[in-house]
């Protein structure tokens, strides 16, 4: 950094090159280069911060112009390419550096919304402040109105403050005249640092007409009258070449600078008023800048965060992985988490980028991240991502107010609706809202007014998440999951276990102690250790198939039901859960590549897992648990490996049987009960009492409809709100608890209703846990997937059917996109919530790593399946072949 703070030292400067720097600030205004055009544009200053890499030079205008008249050159900064910027040294401004080193710029790319002056003549306005008018002045207004400008002339510093304040008519530009000393009327130091203490008129241009011994006399009065808040100082001469020169130059400079500024604060308004959370930093992750958004979603002042390293902020603490990709220069999109001011996450779909001001290096890094209504105050595991479904946050953030005494009067009528006799939950809800609004300021108030209005609607929980309402990134993702969460409305037949049912098994014909022993040894060494794994996360369901040519489910579901004791809960023996077993996987088509035996033993593995989680075993009893691997083993029975809108397209049966709603869901369901219930030797259910197999029916038949994707929203919103409680504790703790003595048995979901939601939850995790798996396995089954839907595609088109997914074209779709899109709609935040519910670490460790995975590969523009195999460094079993075990 250079600083002259005297003539000499400018001096020194002028022997060296300007060039060497790459910010200037001169007469205070502040100054970067372009590398690209070589132009000297202004540049808004923010206080405190260092920039690292920039070579700053602080000259003083007068001292400058004073040294080229006295060297007899001309200014090296051409004032032809520089922007003025208003002063900034003030020492009462927020922005006033307190030593050049804490010198920093923000950069803000202003330059490319200055607007042509002619665009904007409100601001040629003069006001000329002087006791005393003279030939210098009348010079000037002369010269002034010729160029077309406004000239108006007060007499003293009061006259001259009003005009300002006035509002309207607010010049643009004030000429003071200083060259009268004892000059009682005109206070030019006063004039000046009453106008910049208003923040209103800090782009107002201020010229100080002095005398002209005044400048090479005393060098201290120069710096005075800088410092006070005057951008400019000009001799006094009647020579009207001189005022034209002076004057075109305020309006090529100063004006176009001031309207230039007013943008600028109109992009800073649209930053405030905008839905995005935008963050910017510097190079070294610090904040430079945060909109309002921000402000409201983390719940921090801006003061709170200017100057704070990024990672502060960051919920998970590692955000390397963003800051190293933005180091080299690479755009960063994704899930980023933050942390908010109460200590809640908030998850943010975003897009980070370098952005480079001037220079050819970064400047700075932009952080614009889409938010939604949902993300703020939400419990951990919320769905603030699904930015699909996002709020209208106008209101809340909204200065108007005016729309209080319609908002009153709206409170008063629903608050009547407590006194109708049909009262539901949904108006007893609305009418407490109300009455917390009573004695709520006037943003609470606002925010209420918001839920009260989402509450009144009747879809809950599906309305805004209709795919017309979701913007999708890429046409895959849109044909994928527009795919999957749009059909025809489906009922979920709702299932009530009152807290006094239980396992009510008839009898216990069978000898179930050897039970297990006796299936064990029919299996083959290999397969006995591989099952000793299936209840590790990372247990290779394809090898199993593998060892049991092809017939997983069998042996992994005797595995595992007898680990739960699934027979001593049916009162069924080992013979029957084999049989049942072997012909329910019959029934999965072994010639789809995806929807086969392996998956669904792929599902159950996963249910298994979730089974032993704690707080699902304290919710859980053993019918729970029974329900739940029996939905898991038959959960896609008899799938065709095409979609139910394939199937509806195609007026298949199935189709027209269940007319064309939750058409394969109600199948998988349908044929369970069908094919277990028609032969005694395979009926697992036949030791139960009525009224247990009632319960278990319901329950089998709620999870297997809760797998259905139209649904996905509705039950991943109900999950968070009803059952991911803790947090919401642990804001607000009750009777003098402190978060810690509320222990997960007094917080956990107990409601019938509540543990249908989590064994919801359940099976959707475990049927859509693929991409949370090893990477090997995810990968496999990505490419499973995708062939199941490219076959898809083939058959509608050969048989001139709607195409559902026509971005599924074996030649041309990006594996990696697909991925990517699945994940970040359907997979991240179920996966998040859940684990905030479970706590599974190691599934989220390979969602995370797979979802890089496939970013990494998307950027190199990887494509097919057969080059993302290559870059596995094993191979990975075959996909199935046609030959069926149907
Ligand atoms: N890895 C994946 N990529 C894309 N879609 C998937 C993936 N895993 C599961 N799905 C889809 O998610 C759906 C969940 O319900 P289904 O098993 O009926 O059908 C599944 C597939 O259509």
Same mark, same amino acid.
């Given at each position: 950094?250079?600083?002259?703070?005297?003539?000499?030292?400018?001096?020194?400067?002028?022997?060296?090159?300007?060039?060497?720097?790459?910010?200037?600030?001169?007469?205070?205004?502040?100054?970067?280069?372009?590398?690209?055009?070589?132009?000297?544009?202004?540049?808004?200053?923010?206080?405190?911060?260092?920039?690292?890499?920039?070579?700053?030079?602080?000259?003083?205008?007068?001292?400058?112009?004073?040294?080229?008249?006295?060297?007899?050159?001309?200014?090296?900064?051409?004032?032809?390419?520089?922007?003025?910027?208003?002063?900034?040294?003030?020492?009462?401004?927020?922005?006033?550096?307190?030593?050049?080193?804490?010198?920093?710029?923000?950069?803000?790319?202003?330059?490319?919304?200055?607007?042509?002056?002619?665009?904007?003549?409100?601001?040629?306005?003069? @006001?000329? =402040?002087?006791?005393?008018?003279?030939?210098?002045?009348?010079?000037?207004?002369?010269?002034?109105?010729?160029?077309?400008?406004?000239?108006?002339?007060?007499?003293?510093?009061?006259?001259?403050?009003?005009?300002?304040?006035?509002?309207?008519?607010?010049?643009?530009?004030?000429?003071?005249?200083?060259?009268?000393?004892?000059?009682?009327?005109?206070?030019?130091?006063?004039?000046?640092?009453?106008?910049?203490?208003?923040?209103?008129?800090?782009? =107002?241009?201020?010229?100080?007409?002095?005398?002209?011994?005044?400048?090479?006399?005393?060098?201290?009065?120069?710096?005075?009258?800088?410092?006070?808040?005057?951008?400019?100082?000009?001799?006094?001469?009647?020579?009207?070449?001189?005022?034209?020169?002076?004057?075109?130059?305020?309006?090529?400079?100063?004006?176009?600078?001031?309207?230039?500024?007013?943008?600028?604060?109109?992009?800073?308004?649209?930053?405030?008023?905008?839905?995005?959370?935008?963050?910017?930093?510097?190079?070294?992750?610090?904040?430079?800048?945060?909109?309002?958004?921000?402000?409201?979603?983390?719940?921090?002042?801006?003061?709170?965060?200017?100057?704070?390293?990024?990672?502060?902020?960051?919920?998970?603490?590692?955000?390397?992985?963003?800051?190293?990709?933005?180091?080299?220069?690479?755009?960063?999109?994704?899930?980023?988490?933050?942390?908010?001011?109460?200590?809640?996450?908030?998850?943010?779909?975003?897009?980070?980028?370098?952005?480079?001001?001037?220079?050819?290096?970064?400047?700075?890094?932009?952080?614009?991240?889409?938010?939604?209504?949902?993300?703020?105050?939400?419990?951990?595991?919320?769905?603030?991502?699904?930015?699909?479904?996002?709020?209208?946050?106008?209101?809340?953030?909204?200065?108007?107010?005016?729309?209080?005494?319609?908002?009153?009067?709206?409170?008063?009528?629903?608050?009547?609706?407590?006194?109708?006799?049909?009262?539901?939950?949904?108006?007893?809800?609305?009418?407490?809202?109300?009455?917390?609004?009573?004695?709520?300021?006037?943003?609470?108030?606002?925010?209420?007014?918001?839920?009260?209005?989402? @509450?009144?609607?009747?879809?809950?929980?599906?309305?805004?998440?209709?795919?017309?309402?979701?913007?999708?990134?890429?046409?895959?993702?849109?044909?994928?999951?527009?795919?999957?969460?749009?059909?025809?409305?489906?009922?979920?037949?709702?299932?009530?276990?009152?807290?006094?049912?239980?396992?009510?098994?008839?009898?216990?014909?069978?000898?179930?102690?050897?039970?297990?022993?006796?299936?064990?040894?029919?299996?083959?060494?290999?397969?006995?250790?591989?099952?000793?794994?299936?209840?590790?996360?990372?247990?290779?369901?394809?090898?199993?198939?593998? @060892?049991?040519?092809?017939?997983?489910?069998?042996?992994?579901?005797?595995?595992?039901?007898?680990?739960?004791?699934?027979?001593?809960?049916?009162?069924?023996?080992?013979?029957?859960?084999?049989?049942?077993?072997?012909?329910?996987?019959?029934?999965?088509?072994?010639?789809?590549?995806?929807?086969?035996?392996?998956?669904?033993?792929?599902?159950?593995?996963?249910?298994?897992?979730?089974?032993?989680?704690?707080?699902?075993?304290?919710?859980?009893?053993?019918?729970?648990?029974?329900?739940?691997?029996?939905?898991?083993?038959?959960?896609?029975?008899?799938?065709?490996?095409?979609?139910?809108?394939?199937?509806?397209?195609?007026?298949?049966?199935?189709?027209? @049987?269940?007319?064309?709603?939750?058409?394969?869901?109600?199948?998988?369901?349908?044929?369970?009960?069908?094919?277990?219930?028609?032969?005694?030797?395979?009926?697992?259910?036949?030791?139960?009492?009525?009224?247990?197999?009632?319960?278990?029916?319901?329950?089998?038949?709620?999870?297997?409809?809760?797998?259905?994707?139209?649904?996905?929203?509705?039950?991943?919103?109900?999950?968070?709100?009803?059952?991911?409680?803790?947090?919401?504790?642990?804001?607000?703790?009750?009777?003098?608890?402190?978060?810690?003595?509320?222990?997960?048995?007094?917080?956990?979901?107990?409601?019938?209703?509540?543990?249908?939601?989590?064994?919801?939850?359940?099976?959707?995790?475990?049927?859509?846990?693929?991409?949370?798996?090893?990477?090997?396995?995810?990968?496999?089954?990505?490419?499973?997937?995708?062939?199941?839907?490219?076959?898809?595609?083939?058959?509608?088109?050969?048989?001139?059917?709607?195409?559902?997914?026509?971005?599924?074209?074996?030649?041309?779709?990006?594996?990696?996109?697909?991925?990517?899109?699945?994940?970040?709609?359907?997979?991240?935040?179920?996966?998040?919530?859940?684990?905030?519910?479970?706590?599974?670490?190691?599934?989220?460790?390979?969602?995370?790593?797979?979802?890089?995975?496939?970013?990494?590969?998307?950027?190199?523009?990887?494509?097919?399946?057969?080059?993302?195999?290559?870059?596995?460094?094993?191979?990975?079993?075959?996909?199935?072949?046609?030959?069926?075990?149907?």
């Amino acid at each position: 950094m250079g600083y002259a703070s005297n003539s000499k030292d400018v001096f020194k400067y002028r022997h060296e090159s300007i060039e060497k720097y790459n910010i200037v600030t001169l007469d205070h205004r502040v100054y970067s280069k372009s590398a690209d055009t070589d132009e000297w544009n202004v540049r808004r200053p923010v206080k405190n911060s260092g920039t690292a890499g920039n070579r700053i030079l602080i000259i003083l205008t007068a001292m400058w112009d004073n040294c080229c008249r006295r060297s007899g050159s001309t200014s090296d900064l051409s004032r032809e390419t520089v922007d003025a910027y208003s002063p900034i040294n003030r020492s009462d401004s927020p922005l006033a550096p307190q030593t050049p080193e804490n010198f920093n710029y923000y950069m803000f790319g202003c330059s490319k919304y200055i607007q042509d002056l002619r665009s904007n003549p409100m601001l040629k306005k003069i @006001l000329i =402040v002087t006791s005393k008018d003279d030939s210098v002045w009348q010079s000037v207004t002369t010269t002034a109105r010729n160029l077309d400008w406004a000239v108006n002339r007060v007499s003293s510093s009061e006259e001259a403050l009003e005009c300002f304040h006035k509002g309207n008519e607010v010049p643009a530009v004030a000429f003071v005249d200083c060259r009268h000393q004892n000059d009682k009327t005109v206070d030019a130091h006063q004039i000046a640092r009453s106008l910049r203490s208003i923040r209103k008129n800090a782009h =107002v241009v201020l010229v100080a007409l002095v005398r002209k011994s005044f400048v090479v006399r005393n060098e201290k009065d120069v710096t005075s009258i800088l410092t006070s808040g005057f951008n400019k100082i000009i001799v006094e001469t009647c020579n009207k070449n001189v005022w034209i020169k002076e004057l075109q130059q305020l309006e090529k400079e100063d004006i176009s600078v001031r309207s230039m500024l007013i943008q600028q604060d109109a992009v800073l308004a649209a930053l405030d008023k905008t839905k995005d959370l935008v963050i910017i930093t510097d190079l070294k992750h610090n904040i430079q800048y945060m909109n309002k958004m921000g402000s409201i979603v983390l719940g921090y002042a801006p003061e709170d965060v200017v100057n704070q390293p990024l990672a502060v902020f960051h919920q998970l603490g590692d955000i390397d992985q963003i800051t190293k990709k933005l180091q080299k220069n690479i755009e960063w999109d994704g899930k980023v988490s933050w942390k908010c001011k109460n200590g809640e996450p908030v998850y943010l779909q975003c897009r980070a980028f370098p952005f480079r001001s001037f220079g050819k290096e970064t400047t700075n890094f932009i952080y614009v991240q889409e938010t939604i209504a949902e993300g703020h105050g939400y419990p951990r595991g919320s769905v603030p991502s699904i930015r699909k479904g996002s709020y209208d946050l106008k209101s809340i953030n909204s200065d108007d107010f005016s729309f209080k005494g319609a908002q009153s009067a709206r409170r008063q009528s629903l608050a009547k609706l407590h006194n109708l006799p049909l009262e539901a939950p949904i108006t007893k809800v609305i009418s407490l809202i109300c009455t917390a609004q009573e004695n709520s300021n006037d943003q609470v108030v606002q925010i209420l007014d918001k839920v009260v209005d989402i @509450l009144r609607v009747t879809e809950l929980y599906s309305s805004h998440l209709k795919t017309e309402n979701i913007k999708f990134d890429d046409p895959v993702t849109s044909d994928l999951i527009g795919a999957l969460i749009t059909q025809g409305p489906m009922h979920v037949t709702s299932t009530r276990r009152s807290s006094n049912d239980s396992a009510t098994v008839k009898n216990q014909p069978y000898g179930m102690g050897i039970a297990k022993m006796n299936f064990m040894t029919s299996v083959t060494p290999q397969i006995k250790e591989l099952l000793d794994m299936s209840l590790y996360w990372d247990f290779n369901v394809f090898k199993l198939e593998e @060892l049991s040519m092809k017939r997983p489910l069998v042996h992994l579901g005797m595995n595992l039901l007898m680990h739960f004791e699934v027979h001593k809960t049916l009162g069924c023996d080992e013979r029957t859960l084999h049989a049942w077993l072997t012909v329910i996987e019959s029934h999965y088509h072994a010639k789809n590549t995806y929807h086969n035996s392996t998956h669904a033993a792929d599902v159950l593995q996963a249910t298994a897992m979730f089974l032993e989680k704690d707080r699902i075993k304290r919710l859980l009893d053993q019918l729970d648990e029974a329900c739940c691997l029996i939905a898991a083993i038959t959960h896609d029975i008899d799938h065709p490996g095409k979609s139910s809108a394939f199937l509806c397209n195609s007026q298949n049966d199935l189709a027209i @049987l269940y007319n064309d709603i939750s058409v394969l869901e109600s199948h998988h369901a349908a044929l369970t009960f069908k094919l277990t219930t028609r032969d005694e030797r395979l009926n697992i259910f036949k030791g139960l009492e009525k009224d247990t197999y009632k319960v278990v029916r319901q329950n089998i038949i709620d999870m297997i409809l809760a797998t259905e994707m139209t649904k996905h929203f509705e039950h991943l919103a109900k999950f968070v709100s009803v059952c991911n409680k803790p947090s919401s504790l642990d804001e607000a703790p009750v009777d003098g608890l402190t978060p810690s003595d509320v222990s997960p048995e007094t917080i956990a979901p107990t409601s019938a209703e509540e543990v249908n939601l989590v064994k919801r939850m359940l099976i959707k995790c475990a049927d859509v846990s693929n991409p949370t798996r090893p990477l090997k396995m995810c990968v496999e089954w990505a490419k499973r997937i995708a062939e199941e839907y490219f076959n898809q595609t083939d058959e509608e088109k050969i048989n001139h059917l709607p195409v559902v997914m026509p971005m599924f074209d074996r030649v041309t779709c990006s594996i990696p996109k697909s991925q990517i899109g699945f994940m970040d709609y359907i997979i991240n935040d179920m996966f998040e919530t859940w684990d905030s519910f479970i706590d599974m670490p190691e599934m989220l460790y390979y969602m995370r790593s797979n979802y890089q995975y496939w970013k990494d590969l998307e950027e190199k523009g990887t494509i097919s399946i057969n080059e993302i195999c290559k870059t596995m460094t094993t191979t990975l079993p075959k996909i199935p072949e046609s030959s069926g075990n149907h």
